[in-house]
């Protein structure tokens, strides 16, 4: 449904409404710390983004054109899926028992370094938000790409050794700047 | 103990930070503050020599499924680190000379600093993850110096070579570590050392060797060399800091520092040893025939990193070691007052100079220094360790590796020669005003030529501070008097001498030897061209380019399709398990 | 049929919606949409593998990193789609491959 609805705002909804079933499923599996960031991170944040990013950019009515034949593509998952299926599914007899450590014990201790990612993720991640944000101001960045390579190269940069050449690969300032922000770790 | 360490790494980066943040137009204050925190990564990194250790001494917690990353500041990884920094120091010093007026300075000393911290923790690391990572960095660095003229097509060619060179040695490391941690569990390396035993024989045979391709990658060796020569195009400073001095030294010290486990597998000694002989002779070779007066300095960087490959090769760990100490010092000296020179004569096509030393006296004496320590003349820190390294290539090594180290030895005094003659001597063949370097440029090269003339007598302590904290290298050196004592007397040495003396004799009566030179060009024009690695790394290159404009065709850019493509390969792939399994 | 296996086809029936998903449609918006339903059945799939071998907070520390990751990915998709529709007046994936050089 959430891929079928026309709409994008129903698509949305039912994404949110996945995400709490998921929950609902995680927190019967007794994965009760992760059932909860997911209530709130996928079934809440991420859906108040849809909303606020459909309704920025508005809906828009595509044909539903498809460009691989709806046949097809069923089918195709339907072999994917049964092969994974056949192959995977019986997950009972993996019963392999571990003497098994807290969740806080494992999350914050066995793998400290994927949290630390983490942060240095979420960190890049609304720094290239904001990057990508910031050019509303200035649309003409994309539209005139002759403007680039001129932004970019400092007048003061050729000295007497140097002669200025055009840049080979101009480069838009906020695809750099994320990269700089994790250059400088304090 | 554990705060030097992190001083030491820690400085440089949080300068890296503060100079990134400033104004493009506070450039007085980039310069000083540059100065202040490489300065001040130097003293921290001085003030480990005195307390170096076997134990771990840093240890920070990453959580158990990835293993701690540890720091052991042991002699080898200290006086790397001293290296490193101090080098890193005088550079930076040079470059508030040699950068004075240049645009962007924010972008070069925060990446110069960035480099000085992450050499020091590449080799202060004990976890192998850890070392892959400042590696990496390290590398980073390299490549964004190196096209930090990123107007220059040819700047942005070489730095584009480099990483890509130094990326394929990186594989190789990365392998290694993922061995080390599919057996033992962690990748701490002074476990690893201790007990070999615990990978296969196999298994170890596949790191050795991919260690080997790592250090030749990093180290500039033949086959891999070809990036050194491109990597030219950065700015002096770097290409003395980088380039000569410390990172292209990391190759080395991998080799040096898992020695005790890479020496019994098959062939390894031999492959070390050959990869050493080829890079000592042939870079020395085209280093004789280069015009340009930075390719040919770093030819002859990679013949003299092919010493110390050659001297790990043969077990000489102490000798190859010192043999860095000193190429540090006399290769910084001389690639700073070459910058000096092309800094002042606006080229580096050496046919364009000559005649230089009466306008630039100061440098032409600092550089002669350089210069002699490279040939290798008595008294100077180049003579003492490549005497040892040559001492004990004769008695450990193979004899035939002995006798292309020795030609080589003197084919470098030749080009040495040559070098200083076509720059400082003989008549000017260029013309445009020649000034002689400012005051900060002579602090830093007098610096350099000084430690050049008194680095060998330090082989006492060194050799203790060795033998003392590489345990697992169950390395034995003898005393100072003693170990010098042995150099002055060894027959080697006189050989070795010789040799030097007719390179040195070779370049004084070129002329009645015109008749023998001229039989050597095919020779000559064989070294300009690269010996052809330069041309197999082109057709490698086109290859790729081919192959990806071939495959271009599949990429149609619709995502729907592209998703189709990955679902259809993974249906391949799970017939394909389905099927075996 | 154990519950596990139930919902371990549960999470497969997920991917596959989510591959669907990615295979038909064009709009920007769609295709994150239909990521985050890919992502929700991988860490499901994750969660059930941790029971399955009773290691079930290992799984969920695997699978609060695919929160974090997959979170970010909506984050920065949005922005892209905003901006995209913003910039060039349109979200549509066909479009927008016309523009490749």
């Given at each position: 449904m959430a891929i079928r609805a026309r709409r994008l705002l129903v698509a949305a909804m039912w994404l949110a409404?996945?995400?709490?079933?998921?929950?609902?499923?995680?927190?019967?599996?007794?994965?009760?710390?992760?059932?909860?960031?997911?209530?709130?991170?996928?079934?809440?944040?991420?859906?108040?983004?849809?909303?606020?990013?459909?309704?920025?950019?508005?809906?828009?009515?595509?044909?539903?054109?498809?460009?691989?034949?709806?046949?097809?593509?069923?089918?195709?998952?339907?072999?994917?899926?049964?092969?994974?299926?056949?192959?995977?599914?019986?997950?009972?007899?993996?019963?392999?028992?571990?003497s098994e450590a807290e969740f806080a014990s494992i999350f914050w201790e066995d793998r400290e370094l994927d949290v630390l990612l983490q942060l240095v993720f979420i960190f890049t991640g609304v720094v290239t938000m904001l990057g990508v944000l910031a050019d509303v101001r200035k649309p003409s960045r994309i539209k005139k790409r002759s403007d680039i390579p001129q932004a970019h190269i400092n007048p003061a940069f050729g000295t007497d050794k140097h002669v200025p050449q055009p840049v080979l690969q101009p480069v838009a300032p906020s695809e750099t700047q994320p990269e700089s922000s994790k250059e400088t770790p304090a | 103990m554990d705060w030097l360490i992190i001083l030491t790494i820690g400085i440089p980066w949080l300068g890296a930070g503060l100079i990134?943040?400033?104004?493009?137009?506070?450039?007085?204050?980039?310069?000083?503050?540059?100065?202040?925190?490489?300065?001040?990564?130097?003293?921290?990194?001085?003030?480990?020599?005195?307390?170096?250790?076997?134990?771990?001494?840093?240890?920070?917690?990453?959580?158990?499924?990835?293993?701690?990353?540890?720091?052991?500041?042991?002699?080898?990884?200290v006086f790397l680190a001293v290296v490193a920094t101090v080098v890193g120091s005088l550079a930076v010093i040079f470059s508030v000379d040699y950068m004075h007026g240049e645009?962007?300075?924010?972008?070069?000393?925060?990446?110069?600093?960035?480099?000085?911290?992450?050499?020091?923790?590449?080799?202060?690391?004990?976890?192998?993850?850890?070392?892959?990572i400042f590696w990496e960095i390290t590398a980073l660095c390299s490549y964004s110096l190196i096209s930090f003229y990123n107007d220059d097509p040819k700047a942005v060619e070489g730095g584009i070579k480099a990483l890509i060179i130094t990326q394929l040695g990186g594989i190789g490391l990365l392998v290694g570590a993922l061995v080390i941690y599919a057996y033992q569990g962690d990748y701490q390396i002074?476990?690893?050392?201790?007990?070999?035993?615990?990978?296969?024989?196999?298994?170890?045979?596949?790191?050795?060797?991919?260690?080997?391709?790592?250090?030749?990658?990093?180290?500039?060796?033949?086959?891999?060399?070809?990036?050194?020569?491109?990597?030219?195009?950065?700015?002096?400073?770097?290409?003395?800091?980088?380039?000569?001095a410390t990172m292209v030294n990391a190759g080395v010290y991998l080799l040096a520092r898992f020695y005790p486990a890479f020496e019994e597998v098959d062939g390894w000694t031999t492959a070390v040893i050959s990869v050493g002989l080829l890079s000592a002779f042939l870079a020395a070779?085209?280093?004789?025939?280069?015009?340009?007066?930075?390719?040919?300095?770093?030819?002859?960087?990679?013949?003299?990193?092919?010493?110390?490959?050659?001297?790990?090769?043969?077990?000489?760990?102490?000798?190859?070691?010192?043999?860095?100490?000193?190429?540090?010092?006399?290769?910084?000296?001389?690639?700073?007052?070459?910058?000096?020179?092309?800094?002042?004569?606006g080229t580096r096509d050496m046919r364009q100079m000559g005649g230089l030393g009466k306008q630039m006296p100061f440098m032409r004496a600092v550089f002669i220094v350089g210069a002699l320590a490279l040939a290798g003349l008595p008294f100077f820190n180049g003579f003492w360790s490549k005497e040892l390294i040559l001492e004990d290539g004769l008695h450990e090594g193979p004899v035939w590796a002995y006798v292309g180290m020795l030609a080589g030895a003197g084919i470098t005094a030749l080009y040495t020669f040559r070098m200083v003659w076509l720059v400082f001597y003989g008549e000017r063949r260029g013309s445009g005003h020649i000034h002689e370097a400012g005051r900060l440029m002579k602090l830093s090269t007098g610096l350099l030529a000084a430690g050049t003339l008194t680095t060998w007598l330090l082989i006492g302590v060194f050799g203790e501070m060795l033998e003392n904290t590489l345990i697992y290298h169950h390395l034995h050196v003898e005393s100072a008097p003693t170990l010098l004592e042995e150099i002055i007397t060894a027959p080697a040495t006189l050989l070795a001498l010789s040799v030097v003396a007719a390179g040195l004799l070779g370049w004084w009566f070129r002329a009645p030897l015109a008749g023998i030179a001229a039989s050597f060009k095919p020779v000559g024009q064989a070294a300009t061209s690269d010996f052809g690695f330069e041309w197999i790394n082109r057709r490698v290159t086109d290859w790729t380019n081919a192959g990806a404009n071939a495959l271009r065709t599949t990429q149609t850019g619709s995502l729907n399709w592209n998703v189709f493509g990955i679902i259809g390969g993974l249906i391949v792939v799970l017939v394909i398990l389905a099927l075996g399994a | 049929m154990s519950t596990l296996t139930i919902l371990a086809g549960g999470a497969l029936a997920l991917f596959a919606v989510g591959l669907y998903g990615l295979l038909i449609t064009r709009n920007m918006i769609k295709v994150v949409v239909a990521l985050q339903i890919l992502v929700k059945a991988a860490l499901l799939a994750l969660v059930v593998a941790g029971k399955a071998s009773d290691q079930i907070n290992l799984g969920q520390s695997l699978a609060m990193t695919v929160i974090v990751a997959d979170t970010v990915v909506a984050v920065i998709g949005l922005a892209l789609a905003v901006q995209v529709k913003r910039v060039l007046g349109t979200m549509d994936l066909t479009e927008l491959s016309k523009l490749r050089g």
């Open positions: 409404g996945v995400s709490a079933l998921v929950a609902i499923v995680l927190y019967r599996l007794g994965a009760q710390q992760v059932a909860v960031v997911e209530l709130s991170v996928g079934a809440g944040l991420v859906t108040v983004l849809f909303v606020f990013a459909i309704s920025i950019a508005g809906e828009e009515g595509l044909s539903e054109r498809e460009f691989i034949p709806n046949e097809l593509a069923i089918g195709l998952l339907v072999v994917f899926g049964g092969l994974l299926a056949v192959m995977d599914l019986p997950m009972d007899e993996l019963g392999v028992s571990l | 990134w943040l400033l104004e493009e137009r506070q450039s007085r204050l980039q310069h000083t503050l540059a100065v202040v925190f490489a300065l001040a990564a130097g003293v921290a990194a001085l003030a480990m020599l005195p307390s170096t250790t076997e134990q771990v001494e840093l240890r920070i917690k990453i959580g158990s499924v990835f293993g701690d990353f540890t720091f052991v500041p042991d002699g080898l990884g645009a962007q300075l924010g972008r070069y000393y925060s990446l110069v600093l960035l480099f000085i911290g992450a050499m020091a923790g590449l080799v202060l690391a004990d976890s192998l993850l850890l070392l892959f002074s476990r690893f050392l201790n007990e070999p035993e615990v990978l296969p024989t196999n298994m170890l045979s596949v790191m050795a060797f991919g260690c080997l391709i790592a250090a030749a990658a990093k180290s500039a060796q033949v086959p891999f060399h070809t990036w050194l020569p491109g990597a030219m195009e950065a700015p002096s400073p770097i290409s003395a800091l980088i380039h000569a070779l085209m280093a004789l025939f280069a015009t340009d007066l930075k390719r040919a300095l770093a030819y002859s960087t990679i013949s003299q990193l092919g010493y110390m490959v050659y001297a790990v090769g043969t077990g000489a760990i102490f000798a190859s070691q010192f043999h860095l100490l000193s190429h540090a010092v006399f290769k910084a000296l001389l690639f700073l007052s070459a910058g000096a020179v092309i800094h002042s004569v | -």
